[in-house]
């Protein structure tokens, strides 16, 4: 089983991005075997869509948000054997050519260890301060997939579609990991799911400890997804999967290890992200409280 934690970015812990490199060191040298940022490139003050898609509110531990990009660099300097994902980014805000610059450098100071994490995003005010349609962001993420492919796997490379336009061009500096980074994709509704069936090299589903942990509703996601894969022609093996744990204030660390721990028995999920970003302010304690985590669960 690995667990992975979240790099600070949000809430409280923004004021700390300083010292997100020292943050990462210490997440490998406790036993951490995965580093993770998401994305919020802006938190609307009246939006029309709230958090997660639901009501009209975004909560304001998401108002500061740091630079995923940057953290992961950061991340990768600073260690020598941790995965580093997103979970996720709000991969159709960014145009391809600049996206895949960004990835492919995180790659290669990393030595291949980026797993990028992509999602739709549900804030139509994100779209209209990139400029871009909302309600086209699913097709959008289609080509968006296309054109990293084409980016990361040919030269001179080029990508033509209806929303994406990416000219032809020298393109020598490819990814470490070969032929490409893998897709993994946050997915909960059936059109989602059959998009990570077709594209993805991952999944990533969540829950929230203690508030939302439906577990049965995980097992059969995951069913489908397999369903949806085997008709897609694709071994449903060949689809990882990485759980997101947001922790709830007031939460133990032995709830959150106990979590992981039955999670991982009743659906096999072997790799986890800790986000403890609702209920830990401060480097420190986060660091503390990953070791805490990362001890109980390997204590059963």
């Known amino acids: 089983m690995k667990i992975g934690f979240a790099l600070p970015q949000f809430h409280h812990q923004a004021s700390d991005v300083a010292r997100a490199g020292e943050f990462a060191a210490a997440i490998e040298e406790a036993g951490g075997a995965s580093l993770w940022v998401g994305d919020r490139n802006l938190a609307a003050v009246r939006p029309e869509v709230g958090y997660g898609g639901r009501g009209n509110t975004i909560p304001e ?36 050519v600049q996206l895949a610059r960004s990835l492919t450098t995180i790659d290669l100071i990393s030595g291949g260890r980026l797993l990028p994490g992509f999602g739709v995003g549900w804030s139509p005010e994100e779209y209209r301060a990139a400029g871009l349609d909302f309600t086209r962001r699913g097709a959008r993420m ?3 997939l296309d054109a990293l492919d084409a ?21 020598p500096l490819k990814p470490a990991r070969r032929p490409r980074p893998p897709f993994y994709l946050g997915a909960m509704s059936e059109r989602a799911l059959r998009r990570v069936a077709r594209r993805g090299d991952g999944w ?59 999670i991982h028995d009743r659906t096999g999920i072997e790799h986890f992200m800790v986000d403890s970003m609702y209920d830990v302010h401060t480097v420190d304690g986060s660091v503390e409280h990953a070791r805490r985590v990362l001890e109980l669960a390997a204590k059963g």
């Open 142 to 144: 289609e080509e968006l």
């Open 151 to 171: 980016i990361w796997t040919s030269d001179p490379a080029r990508y033509e579609g209806d929303q994406l336009s990416v000219p032809e061009h020298h393109a």
């Open 61 to 96: 531990e998401l108002n500061p948000a740091a630079d995923p990009f940057v953290l992961l660099g950061v991340a990768a300097a600073a260690t020598r054997r941790v995965l580093l994902g997103s979970h996720v980014l709000v991969a159709p805000l960014y145009p391809p």
């Open 204 to 262: 990533l589903p969540l829950v929230v400890v203690p508030g939302y942990v439906d577990v049965d509703g995980i097992v059969a996601q995951r069913a489908a997804l397999d369903e949806l894969a085997r008709a897609e022609g694709r071994h449903p093996a060949a689809i990882d999967t990485v759980l997101r744990v947001n922790i709830e204030a007031g939460t133990s660390t032995r709830q959150v290890a106990d979590a992981i721990r039955d």
